[in-house]
């Protein structure tokens, strides 16, 4: 199994920075979108972002299907790394 990386803020200036720490969890900014692991298509996830005002569907469809447990995620305040 490949090793893929992915690179994420974790908010404007760092604001969740300790909100990840702390519940050893990511979120990818959509605050308003409920669980999205039933999405299986390119479609689906268009159509489920534009129910809440989102944008990014393919961002979001990428991040949520082809992430796995041995990625590597560097978490990043604007071009430097926390």
């Given at each position: 199994?490949?090793?893929?990386?992915?690179?994420?803020?974790?908010?404007?200036?760092?604001?969740y920075?300790h909100?990840?720490e702390?519940?050893?969890?990511?979120?990818?900014?959509?605050?308003?979108?409920?669980?999205?692991?039933?999405?299986?298509?390119?479609?689906?996830?268009?159509?489920?972002?534009?129910?809440?005002?989102?944008?990014?569907?393919?961002?979001?469809?990428?991040?949520?299907?082809?992430?796995?447990?041995?990625?590597?995620?560097?978490?990043?305040?604007?071009?430097?790394?926390?």
């Open positions: 199994m490949a090793t893929n990386y992915w690179r994420i803020s974790p908010g404007e200036k760092g604001k920075w909100e990840f702390e519940q050893e969890k990511i979120k990818i900014g959509w605050q308003k979108v409920p669980d999205a692991r039933h999405i299986q298509t390119p479609e689906e996830c268009k159509k489920f972002l534009i129910k809440y005002n989102e944008t990014l569907p393919g961002v979001f469809y990428s991040f949520i299907k082809e992430t796995q447990i041995s990625d590597i995620i560097f978490i990043s305040k604007g071009l430097h790394l926390f």
